[in-house]
Structure formats: structure tokens, C-alpha cells
T-cell receptor, first 117, second 118 residues
Framework: AQSVSQHNHHVILSEAASLELGCNYS??????LFWYVQYPGQHLQLLLK??????LVKGIKGFEAEFIKSKFSFNLRKPSVQWSDTAEYFC???????????????FGTGTRLTIIP | DTGVSQDPRHKITKRGQNVTFRCDPI?????LYWYRQTLGQGPEFLTY????????KSRLLSDRFSAERPKGSFSTLEIQRTEQGDSAMYLC????????????????FGEGSRLTVL
């Protein structure tokens, strides 16, 4: 079964600092990868996704992520964070198998990001 | 608000009692998912429905848990004889389409129902 690892549990940065959150998955086949974000008091929402094609994907609010197949990684980046980026970030994977039983997202444990003004 | 709505938002109960959560997905969304999230963990898959059919149940879902989606619209998640270990946030999400992978890959989440078992 697929799994997702996020090794950064809590990251604290100052505004304007650059951000990189790690995400590794364990599955050797074709995968679809996602980053979801949960702002304080709000529901989970999609930040960006990778299905195929260009391994560098751009999402909302200036976030981007790079899929590196050889490293089984899908790290999230932002060149300059803002206070409003304070949130919890979850990496998720779905295996590209068309049969039923894999039609679900598997989430990592999440990374709490705190931005200091 | 036309998003996914969940009720109640917070439930406090005593061990051994039964609780039921309701989820109203976005209108016309065929897929409905239940996840559970505990402190410091990501959402864990519990079960999902394609219209009224329950297509998969996680091994996390013990016999005390049951979910229904009787008319393919709203869904309920019932926990019988609650235990302290059931304390968690129960998340509902929905998506459009018969095959998740052919769609945008986006799940639309509700704000969750927090269960506290004393």
C-alpha cells in the first residue's frame, strides 16, 4: 500500500524567508501527488497537484512543488513566505490504478508552518 | 454556502454512548468520503461511497462504525458504544464524477465534526 512521509513536523520561519517542505512517498508505479493546506479554523483545501507532464507544478498563492521520481519526492516550495501562510500542510498521494480500491487519497502526517511577522 | 457541510461540529459524549454524524456533500457530487484525523496526524481514510454504494471500508473501521448514504445525497457515520480512542475529528469530503482519477483529483472537505469521548 502507498504511504506518504512528511519529516518536518513543525517549521517556524520569518516573513520573506524561503520555504521548502519535504514529502516522500513509497510506491514504485505511477502516482498522482497533491498538497493540501488547512488554514487555522478552516477546512482542508487543495493547494496544488501533479498528474503528469512538467514535474514542476505551480499552485495558488505562489506555491510550487517539484516531482522528482528518482527520489520519490514531491517537495513544496515558496520563495518568500507571508504571515498569512501560517497553516498546516499535508502531502497526499493516489496511485494511478483504475480498479476500485485505490480511489482514495492517502495523506501524510502534516507539517505545521508558523510564520513570524 | 454551497460547500460540504457537517453536523454537529462538536459532540461530547460519555463512553458507551452512540453518536451519529451527518455530512451533506456539494450538490451533484457522486463521491463521498469519510476520513478521521487525530492530533498530530493527517487524515486517515475510513470509507467512501459512489452514489449510494459503499465501495470500500478501511480496516480502521471496526464493527462499531457504520456509514450510510441511503439516497446518494447526504451521508451518516454512526459510532456505537463509543470508546475514548474514538475521540477525533471526523472529516467528510466529496468529489464529482464516477472515477476520481479522471477528475481534477480534488476533494472538497467539510469543516469536520469533532468527537470527544469522556
Amino acid at each position: 500500500a502507498q504511504s506518504v512521509s512528511q519529516h518536518n513536523h513543525h517549521v517556524i520561519l520569518s516573513e520573506a524567508a524561503s520555504l521548502e517542505l519535504g514529502c516522500n512517498y513509497s510506491y514504485g508505479g505511477t502516482v498522482n501527488l497533491f498538497w493540501y493546506v488547512q488554514y487555522p479554523g478552516q477546512h482542508l483545501q487543495l493547494l496544488l497537484k501533479y498528474f503528469s507532464g512538467d514535474p514542476l507544478v505551480k499552485g495558488i498563492k505562489g506555491f510550487e512543488a517539484e516531482f522528482i521520481k528518482s527520489k520519490f519526492s514531491f517537495n513544496l516550495r515558496k520563495p518568500s513566505v507571508q504571515w498569512s501562510d501560517t497553516a498546516e500542510y499535508f502531502c497526499a498521494v493516489i496511485v494511478s490504478i483504475s480498479n476500485f480500491g485505490n480511489e482514495k487519497l492517502t495523506f501524510g502526517t502534516g507539517t505545521r508552518l508558523t510564520i513570524i511577522p | 454556502d454551497t460547500g460540504v457541510s457537517q453536523d454537529p461540529r462538536h459532540k461530547i459524549t460519555k463512553r458507551g454512548q452512540n453518536v451519529t454524524f451527518r455530512c451533506d456533500p456539494i450538490s451533484e457530487h457522486n463521491r463521498l468520503y469519510w476520513y478521521r484525523q487525530t492530533l498530530g496526524q493527517g487524515p486517515e481514510f475510513l470509507t467512501y461511497f459512489q452514489n449510494e454504494a459503499q465501495l470500500e471500508k478501511s480496516r480502521l473501521l471496526s464493527d462499531r462504525f457504520s456509514a450510510e448514504r441511503p439516497k446518494g445525497s447526504f451521508s451518516t457515520l454512526e459510532i456505537q458504544r463509543t470508546e475514548q480512542g474514538d475521540s477525533a475529528m471526523y472529516l467528510c469530503a466529496s468529489s464529482l464524477g464516477t472515477t476520481f482519477l479522471l477528475q481534477t483529483g480534488e476533494l472538497f472537505f467539510g469543516e469536520g465534526s469533532r468527537l470527544t469521548v469522556l
